[in-house]
């Protein structure tokens, strides 16, 4: 059974950044994929970037590109998303997830993955 924590969220004003982090249990990179989502009130959960488990090959959302970077350390089975230049719209519950894939390759679509983590609040206001 796979298990994640995020941490990291809170309240920061525009322009800003927080680092996220999603702590997993014990597995094997090379298969798994994971992703972080973000769900708004009122607003289905968006997958906004993921990392390849064989090769670390990292994807985004265009509305989060060049302002969001995903990374992983595979000795702290930990994956992190540094968010820079927060903007109001990023307000969210962020999740991080994960779930076995052919070479580990990742998706953007949250029915894809079986193991979710609790959420993570991250507000953007002035």
């Known amino acids: 059974q796979v298990q994640l924590v995020e941490s990291g969220g809170g309240l920061v004003q525009p322009g800003e950044s927080l680092r996220l982090s999603c702590a997993a249990s014990?597995?094997?990179?090379?298969?798994?994929?994971i992703g972080w989502f973000r769900q708004a009130p009122g607003k289905e959960r968006e997958g906004i970037s993921c990392?390849?488990?064989?090769?670390?090959?990292?994807y985004y959302v265009d509305s989060v590109k060049g302002r969001f970077t995903i990374s992983r350390d595979n000795a702290k089975n930990t994956v992190y998303l540094q968010m820079n230049s927060l903007k109001p719209e990023d307000t969210a519950v962020y999740y991080c997830?994960?779930?076995?894939?052919?070479?580990?390759?990742?998706?953007?679509?949250?029915?894809?993955?079986?193991?979710w983590g609790q959420g993570t609040q991250v507000t953007v206001s002035s």
């Open positions: 990392i390849n488990g064989s090769d670390g090959r990292s």
């Open positions: 997830a994960a779930d076995v894939r052919p070479f580990g390759l990742c998706v953007l679509t949250a029915g894809e993955y079986d193991y």
């Open positions: 014990q597995f094997s990179w090379d298969y798994y994929a």
